[in-house]
Nanobody
Framework: QVQLEESGGGLVYAGESLLLSCAAS????????LNWYRQAPGKQRELVAS???????NYADFVKGRFTISRDNAKNRLFLHMEDLKPDDTAVYYC?????WGQGTQVTVSS
């Protein structure tokens, strides 16, 4: 059974950092493209970053240079290291694989 469980969200001030983690189970994460999406109140979900099984990365323009996606294959976990956070980064962040989504973790950035 495929499951994705995010953690690490919270309330931070602008300019601070957070590390989001996604625990994958029921499949080997290293064999799939994994993504982080986010959804802010009143807005559509948007892709933040992707990591392929070949370790190629792709970032949305609004996070380039601030966010880093990575994976620990031994622990079957996906990470999103977020630096220089801005109030506009406030959203629920989701870990996803094809056809599967986690429940999300709330990130709130206060000015």
């Amino acid at each position: 059974q495929v499951q994705l469980e995010e953690s690490g969200g919270g309330l931070v001030y602008a300019g601070e950092s957070l590390l989001l983690s996604c625990a994958a189970s029921g499949f080997r994460s290293e064999l799939w493209t994994l993504n982080w999406y986010r959804q802010a109140p009143g807005k559509q979900r948007e892709l933040v970053a992707s990591l392929t099984c070949d370790d190629d990365t792709n970032y949305a323009d609004f996070v380039k240079g601030r966010f880093t996606i990575s994976r620990d294959n031994a622990k079957n976990r996906l990470f999103l290291h977020m630096e220089d956070l801005k109030p506009d980064d406030t959203a629920v962040y989701y870990c996803t694989r094809e056809n599967y989504w986690g429940q999300g973790t709330q990130v709130t950035v206060s000015s």
